[in-house]
């Protein structure tokens, strides 16, 4: 896999999430004892048994190769994340090393002084096995997080489902994902499932229907500018709201959540309630997690948002991000010593596996094997660009600003020109 390109990449760094699903706890700040000991606090969220496993592991590790240092790992839930660390960041009491989403999210970080510039701590060997995607971390020419995995999004399926409604192939354009849901709905399948709960899970589709509808010169400028006048802007969220009128969601999605247990969007899928989700690379770990034995799903499959009629943006185009890991401004020196360590191949591998997602290193591709996973990688190589997530391609205000907009409107208390008009009120502010 050669290394894409992210849009806005001085400023933007690809959605976070892992595995979702754990209660958070407040990070007392590590540090260095009178002893030459350091202890460092690790906030993630990472909340399958393996993904627990592998940060522990890992933990161990750089512990037994560096006497005297101790790392806490405490996981956040994923929709916690943000909150809490905004919290603990502005109260003086944030943790080392935490998990970093990019984009206006880490711009209003690294602004504010409270992230680590790690420029001139990334190893050499690091920096060759990211390749262009450490820009994704880079702000100004300076580097503030290291990725971890590569996650591109699109609409995973169940093959078993799909075949026992009649639909032979993944759609590639809007009317023929119009008629699979179609065929879903008259073999009595949820045909897609969907945590709106969460919010941003909703959100995704309406940032999809944007990638198709908007140029790329469009979304950039809005990444920067924050202007969203662009009639395109409207006429996502009218495409999303003529397919929302389809009824193609779960019963009940708008108090459904994403990744947390059998009855979360995932888990439907895990257990064949419901028939696909748009999400991003991290759902195969996720959904496997949640299967009945608590394997990979056998017939899981991927294909690419598809093809939006009468839309400027390149039909090939693909949403997504890089997740990563970012120190604290005044973490000790041996947090960047460890994201090196993160990184290095056989490491990266063992998250490649721990995690069923695709790792940031190029070296570590080879421990890519799910078949949804190699599908998405190949759409990847294929695609014209690669677009950041809305909400952290325009920092946490705007951003949350959007996905409530998006949900109000599935609800029924909003429209296309309200998420317009609201988006653009969030972006005033700042």
């Known amino acids: ?87 603990a960041l502005n109260s003086g009491d944030a943790p080392d090393i935490f998990m970093a989403r990019g984009g206006g999210k880490l711009a209003d970080i690294a602004e504010a002084g409270q992230v680590m510039d790690l420029t001139d701590l990334v190893d050499d060997a690091t920096r060759d096995a990211l390749g262009t995607t450490i820009e994704a971390f880079t702000i100004d020419g300076k580097v503030y997080g290291m990725p971890t995995a590569v996650l591109p999004g699109g609409i995973f399926y169940s093959k078993d489902l799909f075949a ?40 995704h589709w309406y940032y999809f229907f944007a990638l198709r509808a908007c140029s790329q010169e469009t979304i950039e400028a809005a990444a920067t500018d924050r202007s969203f006048d662009d009639p395109c802007w409207t006429q996502a969220g009218e495409e999303y709201a003529e397919f929302a009128g389809l009824e193609p969601f779960n019963e009940g999605f708008l108090s459904t959540t994403a990744q947390q247990g059998a009855g979360s969007s995932a888990g439907l899928v895990a257990n064949h309630q419901a028939a696909m989700e748009l999400m991003g ?48 401004v005044d973490a000790p020196k041996e947090c960047p010593e460890f994201l090196n360590f993160l990184l290095e191949k056989e ?13 940031a290193s190029k070296e570590a591709l080879g421990a890519v094997t799910d078949p949804a996973l190699q599908e998405i990688l190949a759409a990847y190589e294929d695609s014209a660009y690669v677009s950041v997530w809305l909400d952290t391609l325009f920092g946490q205000n705007v951003g949350n600003a959007l996905n409530t907009a998006v949900v109000e409107m599935l609800a029924g208390q909003g429209d296309a020109e309200s998420i317009v008009a609201t988006v653009n009120a969030a972006a005033a502010k700042e």
């Open 281 to 328: 690379a991290w759902n195969p770990g996720v959904i496997g997690g949640l299967t009945p034995d608590g394997e990979p799903l056998a017939d899981l499959g991927w294909f690419p948002f598809p093809e939006v009629e009468g839309g400027q943006g390149d039909p090939t185009a693909m949403m997504g991000g890089i997740d990563g890991l970012s120190c604290h």
């Open 347 to 359: 490491n990266q591998e063992g998250f490649a596996e721990a995690f069923v997602s695709i790792p």
């Open 1 to 87: 896999m050669r290394t894409k390109r992210t849009l806005a990449a001085s400023t933007a760094v690809v959605m976070g999430a892992l595995a979702l699903a754990a209660c958070g706890s407040s990070g007392d700040s590590g540090g260095s004892g009178s002893d030459g000991s350091v202890e460092m606090i690790f906030w993630h969220n990472s909340t399958t048994d393996d993904g627990k496993a592998y940060q522990q592991e890992m933990a161990d590790a750089f512990e037994a190769e560096n006497p005297g240092v101790e790392i806490t790992l405490q996981v956040v839930q994923n929709e916690d994340m943000d909150g809490k660390l905004q919290t």
């Open 164 to 203: 026992e409604a009649g639909i032979e192939t993944p759609p590639t354009t809007m009317a023929e994902l119009e008629d699979a849901v179609a065929k879903l709905q008259a073999a009595g399948v949820a045909p897609i499932a969907l945590g709106a709960k969460d919010a941003w899970p909703a959100a």
